[in-house]
Every structure is written in C-alpha cells, then in structure tokens.
C-alpha cells in the first residue's frame, strides 16, 4: 500500500502544478466503517491525496453478537471542475471482529457442568472501490463533506477462537467447542462478520468535517 502511494504521489505530482499543497485533517461518520480519522493533501485544485482509518469504532449488536471494525485505507480525489465535486478511489484493509458469549452445557469428568464461553471471530480483508462526493471549503479552511461509494472485498480470511474464564472449562476446552451449543454460537458469529467483512457494501461517508492548511 505504500508503494502504491508514493506512486501517486510521483504521477500526480509529475502531471500537476504543486501551488496548491495543503494539509487537511478531517473526521468522518458513515458506513460500514462508522468514525473515521483522515489526513489528507491537495496536490493541486484538482488532486487529493491522503489516508484515513478508524481504531475505535463503537461495537454495534446484531443477534447478541458484539461486531466492531479496525479500518484503514488510502484514497485519492479528482475534482474535474475545481470545484466542490469529485470522483475517487479507495484501497484499504479492514478487521471485523465478531463476539459472542453464552453458557455451554457439558459433561466433564462425569458431571454435567454449564460453562460460560465465548466465540471471538477475526474477519480481515483488502478492498478496493470507486466513489464520488463533495467537499464544500470555506475561506478560514474550515470545510464538510460527504461522499458514497461501493466496497469490494477481496483476499478474505477468517477465524474463531473460543475462550472461557472457567478455570474447568479452559482445560477442556476442545470438548467445549464440540457441543452443538458452541457451534451454534460460532455460526452466528461467522455469518454476523461476515456480513461486514467479506461482503460487497455500500460505502457511505455521512458527514466530514475538517480544516484546511
């Protein structure tokens, strides 16, 4: 991803005058990355370059699974006219993570034990996609924005771990995982990450709010 970006870096820089570099940092609510840190750069009044990411997204529950979001991306901007609206790229990587807790009923050493365990998923996944916004600058720099988009997945991997905070239950902790209780449990951890990890989405930037240097 990097070379990527000194790539664009040296095209664009190569292909447009540099009269107007900036620094602009900016944060951003939308989907399914829900808060976004960015930092990015005008190369030009035509380009924008930068790279944006979200390390405390909030948990959201679906089906009493706990599902959160690790992202980062970078994307450039082409603003045809010099004006508010552009067309854009985006490449990034993203790790959903898919948690469930529930109690297990199992026999060990001959005795029927109910056992809390938890199933945590790990979704990791590259995508790539196009979008198209608008970023509205006033004078001071002060500016807000939103754009849409459609996130492609691609090179998915997942997987499931279980973990118990009973000291019985972590020595039999294989046993655990064959009941159908834990794999049911699994199941819908699976499917719930999933949905966000490894699906193609809309991509959804709601509001952006930033400054311009």
């Keep these: 991803m990097i070379r990527i970006l000194l790539f664009l870096v040296f095209m664009i820089a190569n292909a447009t005058p540099l009269h107007a570099f900036t620094i602009n940092p900016s944060a951003k609510i939308g989907l399914p990355h829900p808060f976004n840190l960015s930092l990015s750069t005008d190369l030009s009044d035509s380009w924008e ?32 006219w010099d004006g508010a609206f552009f067309v ?26 109910t056992i ?13 996609g196009p979008s198209v916004g608008w970023r509205f600058t006033y004078e001071s720099g002060f500016f807000f924005g939103l754009d849409l988009g459609v996130m492609f997945p ?45 699906t193609t989405l809309p991509y959804f930037t709601f509001l952006e709010l930033g400054w311009r240097f």
């Design 154 to 198: 691609f090179s998915p991997s997942t997987t499931v771990e279980a973990s118990t905070t009973d000291s019985l239950g972590t020595l039999f902790i294989e046993a655990l995982k064959q009941t159908d209780s834990y794999q049911t449990m699994e199941a819908d951890v699976t499917r719930n990450g999933n949905n966000i990890g490894r």
């Design 116 to 128: 809390p365990v938890t199933a945590e998923g790990i979704i990791t996944a590259l995508y790539v």
């Design 49 to 80: 370059i930068g790279v944006r990411g979200t390390f405390l997204s909030p948990s959201l529950t679906v089906s009493d699974v706990s599902v959160h979001v690790h992202n980062l991306n970078l994307f450039g901007r082409y603003y045809p």
């Design 88 to 113: 854009g790229a985006f490449l990034g990587k993203h790790h959903v993570y898919a948690q469930k807790t529930d109690n297990v009923t199992v026999t060990l050493l001959g005795t029927p034990s």
